[in-house]
């Protein structure tokens, strides 16, 4: 897994454990950015392994 990747998860992962500590009008918006970091370490993480070395 390249860098890219792992900072992607990583900072999915940190919004996930926040969802339940944010206040209720931010959470929709925690979730989203977590998905969001989710949907671009899965891009890098292909990106990265489909590219020839």
Do not use: K, N, Q, W
């Not at 454990?17 to 292909?46: D, H, K, N």
Request: hydrophobic share 55%.
């Amino acid at each position: 897994m390249d860098r890219r990747a792992a900072f992607f998860a990583l900072a999915a992962l940190i919004c996930a454990v926040l969802v339940p500590l944010a206040e209720e009008e931010f959470r929709t918006l925690t979730i989203c950015v977590g998905a969001t970091y989710l949907v671009l370490a899965l891009a890098s993480f292909f990106d990265h392994r489909s590219r020839p070395r």
